[in-house]
């Protein structure tokens, strides 16, 4: 399985984006999937997931309230609706899909497919 990022841009402070993660293959029951972010200076930070079964969802607690995930089993693909964009939302956005493992929150570095980042930019 390969995953497919899009919809990142250049948008102005309060303004929304909506990134897709299309994955090639199909997206077991036992998976989850989500985003980091990635900003320069900064180490990695995880922003939002969601089980594929459930539909269970966490978040960051810099973007709750903000951007909402979703998916849709049928098309194997998640959504992030990024709403009340900040400068400091900006950075690569790269998105994975890895077996879900209930003890650990987030999504784990190096685990499962990830796929290519992309760029979003919020300007002031």
């Known amino acids: 399985v390969q995953l497919q990022a899009s919809g990142g841009g250049l948008v102005q402070t309060g303004g929304s984006l909506r990134l897709s993660c299309a994955a090639s293959g199909r997206i077991l029951p036992n998976y989850v999937m989500g985003w980091v972010r990635q900003t320069p200076g900064k180490k990695r930070e995880f922003v939002a997931r969601i089980t594929w079964n459930a539909g269970l969802t966490s978040y960051t607690e810099s973007v709750k309230g903000r951007f909402t995930i979703s998916r849709d089993n049928a098309k194997n693909t998640a959504y992030l609706q990024m709403n009340n964009l900040k400068p400091e939302d900006t950075g690569v956005y790269l998105c994975?899909?890895?077996?879900?493992?209930?003890?650990?929150?987030?999504?784990?570095?190096?685990?499962?497919?990830w796929g290519q980042g992309t760029l979003v930019t919020v300007s002031s």
């Open positions: 994975a899909a890895q077996i879900l493992d209930g003890l650990v929150p987030g999504l784990r570095p190096n685990v499962g497919v």
